[in-house]
T-cell receptor, first 117, second 118 residues
């Protein structure tokens, strides 16, 4: 597995503002993903962060609302734009293919708890 | 699209006893992976156990084992000798084993909240 860190671990934000969440891995990985976990709910995939190209978004998620960057093989950011209280969730990054090899196991970061007031 | 169903929202077990969490899934694919993740109150998602669909042998990791019934599309998790640290949400998850759009996406069930009672 890999050591995955996320910043910030939690934040309270005003509606209408934006927050950028960082995900850092201690080794190169093939794939990185961003998930949302709404209160008391399961995890839903937002997008696959592609290194050097635009992210691939799942149905219901759009780039204008959740812009994603992945400048290299160890780092990605997710921005939650123009926030509303409905965006209050835990946001988790996950990685697959540690060491750039192939592996079907995904490992998760500790999550960022976002509260929008 | 694949769906994953966990029919037990909450369960409890006495410390040192055995508990089984249920999971069923629906897919038209024949090659895929199944996982159980644990999410303690600290919210860190931890991979507990994984199973490749093409393997008939059930996966085992220490006190955790699965009962994989491919024909029935069932994938239950058995926790033996339950410990207080096993208290957590447990999520069953499915991943297709193919390349292309949507590949490697994890589809999660709604979770089972397990409480281990001293």
């Amino acid at each position: 597995s890999a050591v995955i860190s996320q910043k910030p671990s939690r934040d309270i934000c005003q509606r209408g503002t934006s927050l950028t969440i960082q995900c850092q891995v201690d080794s190169q990985v093939t794939m990185m993903f961003w998930y949302r976990q709404q209160p008391g709910q399961s995890l839903t995939l937002i997008a696959t962060a592609n290194q050097g190209s635009e992210a691939t978004y799942e149905s219901g998620f759009v780039i204008d609302k959740f812009p994603i960057s992945r400048p290299n093989l160890t780092f990605s950011t997710l921005t939650v734009s123009n926030m509303s209280p409905e965006d209050s969730s835990i946001y988790l990054c996950s990685v697959q293919g540690v060491g750039r090899g192939w592996s079907y196991e995904q490992y998760f970061g500790p999550g960022t708890r976002l509260t929008v007031t | 699209a694949q769906t994953v169903t966990q029919s037990q929202p909450e369960m409890s077990v006495q410390e040192a006893e055995t508990v089984t969490l249920s999971c069923t899934y629906d897919t038209s694919e024949s090659n895929y992976y199944l996982f159980w993740y644990k999410q303690p109150p600290s919210r860190q998602m931890i991979l507990v156990i994984r199973q490749e669909a093409y393997k008939q042998q059930n996966a085992t990791e220490n006190r955790f084992s699965v009962n994989f019934q491919k024909a029935a599309k069932s994938f239950s998790l058995k926790i033996s000798d339950s410990q207080l640290g096993d208290t957590a949400m447990y999520f069953c998850a499915f991943m297709n084993r193919y390349s292309g759009a949507g590949s490697y996406q994890l589809t999660f069930g709604k979770g089972t909240k397990l409480s281990v009672i001293p």
